[in-house]
Every structure is written in structure tokens, then in C-alpha cells.
């Protein structure tokens, strides 16, 4: 399967881009993330995440399909 997916804030920084695409046998958000942190070593821990499929705020278990974009959300700080 393929998708895109979109990093904001300390996500962003951690994997030095905004956006890519990955192709992989996840299926869920939860695998998707699984993945990237294996590959790139984000090191946050899901619970600290949220997450959003093609714009609607999604659990975990989502199930992805093609061509889906994914955005991790992690906790932001402001002042």
C-alpha cells in the first residue's frame, strides 16, 4: 500500500521533512506508525499522537487504503 504522509511540528524536525510518500504492508494508522518510527526513529510514543486520515481525526485501529493521507499530530506547546 501506499500513502502520504504529512509531519508537523517536533515530527517534522525529527524526520527533517513535511510531507512523503511510503509504500509498505501496514494497514492500519497504528502499523503505519510502527513503520515510520522503525525506519526513521521518531521516537514519540502513540499515545502522545493524534492522528488524521485525509482530514478527519482517526483512532489508532484505523483501517488505511490507498492512497490515503495520514498526518501525525503530536502534542504542540504555544505561548
Request: cysteine-free; hydrophobic content about 45%.
Amino acid at each position: 500500500m501506499k500513502v502520504k504522509v504529512l509531519y508537523f511540528a517536533l515530527l517534522r524536525e525529527r524526520r527533517g521533512l513535511s510531507e512523503e510518500e511510503i509504500e509498505g504492508t501496514f494497514r492500519t494508522v497504528n502499523e503505519l506508525y510502527e513503520h515510520l518510527d522503525g525506519l526513521h526513529r521518531l521516537g514519540m510514543a502513540m499515545s502522545q499522537l493524534r492522528a488524521a486520515v485525509n482530514g478527519m481525526f482517526v483512532d489508532m485501529g484505523h483501517e488505511l487504503t490507498e492512497s490515503d493521507t495520514v498526518v501525525f499530530i503530536p502534542p504542540v506547546a504555544g505561548g
